[in-house]
């Protein structure tokens, strides 16, 4: 590898780390790595490009997070970086790391149970309470406090939680 | 209209998406529980996402300098494609429910068919809306087997609204000139070959609510060709109220 080639790729490496430590507003727990949301991040020209997806097609917290990835790249000493938004292929929670799952669940919110099939769409399967991992729940409602979650409670210790629907 | 089948279709899938989403978003602090004030934001939020990147992208199809905002917000009433469904106003819960049920009936197989579309961005863009209607189709679908099989005052203002809004089902399958290029090319599935999808969908939840289906009779039409009920005019004047005071109002 040359020596310039090697430059490029520590650049990419910590292009990448900056936008990979930005969080989701609305779960601030999770990073945009750990829930997928961050598909590449490329140096062209000199210039850095990250490119995101959205969670949901209304999801308000894309333009917030683009922001945030901007900055996130101008503080690490990319000038005029861009971000890029793509559609395709089309988010899913199957992409969501293990790691950003436990860090859910200790965050009170259940991880979606994955992976994604027509069966988890439709057929609902047993939901474990994050507090007390019991799986006596029940659905409250099919929509929660953001576009990617439900509304469940637990009948074991009574609380109620959010679950991230799979999609 | 344009003879571009591409724009035309983006828009008329956003204006779709749009006006049901607006509609929808009226319900916001007025639901009759909680939860479902959260759950009709969450629809209307999704549907104006959806309308959000089918503006944008017809648009740039149009290639007239035309965005998002200038297609949702500056267009004359006529120059909305939408079908009469989902400008009809919100009415009581039942309404709004079986109004959101009979389009996520028929739109959801729609948006399964367009992600094989010719066009790779119609496909990405109902990649996302298909996922997002199957919660809707259930959603609604549940309300609908609640509402109908529930008290003697909900069966009888679902029936009611079934009755009604049936005569707009018809044009949610109707194929004009336009609408047949974009199929012979490809863009869009032929609404006309997802009948027995719809039907299936209706007729299984129609028979767990213990409703009778209605007939079908005459049906409503001409929103495609942006002849409108007399509810649009109202609801734009809402919806277009900001721009048209203060022209390029920015958030």
Known sequence: MSSAQALSDDATRLAWAACAAVTDPEVPVLTIEDLGVLRDVRLVDGRAEAVITPTYSGCPAMDMIALQVELALEHAGFHAPRVITVLSPAWTTDWMSEAGKDKLRAYGIAPPIGPVGRRALFGQDEIACPRCSSSNTVKVSEFGSTACKSHWRCKACAEPFDYFKCI | ?251
Request: net charge negative.
């Open chain 2, 1 to 251: 209209m344009s003879t571009n089948p591409l724009f035309e279709m983006s828009l008329r899938l956003a204006d779709d998406a749009l006006v049901l989403g607006h509609r929808l978003s009226e319900w916001c602090g007025h639901a009759p529980v909680l939860e479902e004030d959260l759950a009709l934001a969450n629809l209307a939020l999704d549907l104006i996402g959806q309308a959000r990147s089918l503006y944008s992208y017809a648009g740039k199809v149009e290639g007239a300098g035309r965005d998002e905002d200038a297609l949702a917000y500056c267009r004359r009433e006529a120059e909305y494609h939408n079908c009469l469904l989902v400008e009809q106003p919100n009415g009581d819960f039942a309404l709004t429910i079986v109004r959101q049920f009979l389009f996520a009936a028929a739109m959801h197989p729609f948006h399964q068919e367009m992600t094989r579309s010719s066009d790779p961005t119609l496909a990405a863009i109902a990649a996302k809306a298909e996922k997002e209607l199957a919660y809707h189709l259930r959603h609604a679908a549940e309300w609908v087997i609640r509402l109908g099989d529930g008290t003697d005052e909900s069966r009888r203002r679902t029936e009611a609204a079934l009755d009604h809004l049936w005569t707009f089902s018809g044009e949610l399958f109707e194929v004009d000139a336009i609408l047949r290029t974009a199929i012979d090319q490809g863009l869009v599935p032929n609404p006309t070959d997802l009948r027995a999808v719809f039907d299936a969908t209706v007729d299984d939840v129609l028979a767990q609510a213990d409703l009778a289906r209605p007939k079908d009779g005459w049906m409503q039409t001409g929103g495609r060709m942006g002849r409108h009920s007399e509810h649009m005019g109202f609801l734009l004047t809402e919806l277009q109220y900001l721009q048209r005071l203060h022209p390029n109002a920015r958030w």
